[in-house]
T-cell receptor, first 113, second 115 residues
């Protein structure tokens, strides 16, 4: 079975803090993704990576950055957390070939106070 | 631009009723992929089905069935004889070939099945 693991399930951070959300996949997938989920908006793509050290902006990259130093690990960074970044964050991965199923982690619930 | 619309925000049914979740998509590509995911209260998105644009054959898996119609750009999902365990948020999603495998999601439909 594909396993996508997100390091933190629930986090509470203060405004202005730097926040790291970590994600690891164990299936040697080329692509990794970070999505944000908000009620009524579905999932929106923040960033994705198609190879080590490669990244591309998604639909809502503002206020976020990412790091992919190893194939299995993809980190989402909030440089200075703000209350409007309170949300559910979902990491995902899949093989590089077009149309392959994307597998998701359990999600990280981030509250910024 | 690609877009997915799930017009039903929330549906409530009584156990054993059949329920259909609607999904309408927009894309300019001729090659694309459609997905349904289930998100139970635990939060993890569970993959249900993947369909490519060249395969319009309907699919049935147990109590689940999917109706793909390119003529109306729809990919609807039906649960037959619903059960309380079907209560979840269901997402329809679209991926265009050559678009980096990124998924564009609909807003989701909350399904509540009451006993």
């Amino acid at each position: 079975d594909v396993k996508v693991t997100q390091s933190s399930r629930y986090l509470v951070k203060r405004t202005g803090e730097k926040v790291f959300l970590e994600c690891v996949q164990d299936m040697d997938h080329e692509n990794m993704f970070w999505y944000r989920q908000d009620p009524g908006l579905g999932l929106r793509l923040i960033y994705f990576s198609y190879d080590v050290k490669m990244k591309e902006k998604g639909d809502i990259p503002e206020g976020y950055s990412v790091s992919r130093e190893k194939k299995e690990r993809f980190s989402l960074i909030l440089e200075s957390a703000s209350t409007n970044q309170t949300s559910m964050y979902l990491c995902a991965s899949n093989r590089g070939t077009s149309g392959n199923t994307i597998y998701f982690g359990e999600g990280s619930w981030l509250t910024v106070v | 631009a690609q877009k997915v619309t799930q017009a039903q925000t929330e549906i409530s049914v009584v156990e054993k009723e059949d329920v259909t979740l609607d999904c309408v998509y927009e894309t300019r590509d001729t090659t694309y992929y459609l997905f349904w995911y289930k998100q139970p209260p635990s939060g993890e998105l569970v993959f249900l089905i993947r369909r490519n644009s060249f395969d319009e054959q309907n699919e049935i898996s147990g109590r689940y069935s999917w109706n793909f119609q390119k003529s109306t750009s729809s990919f609807n999902f039906t649960i037959t004889a619903s059960q309380v365990v079907d209560s979840a948020v269901y997402f329809c999603a679209l991926s265009e070939a050559g678009y980096g495998n990124k998924l564009v999601f609909g807003a989701g439909t909350i399904l509540r099945v009451k006993s």
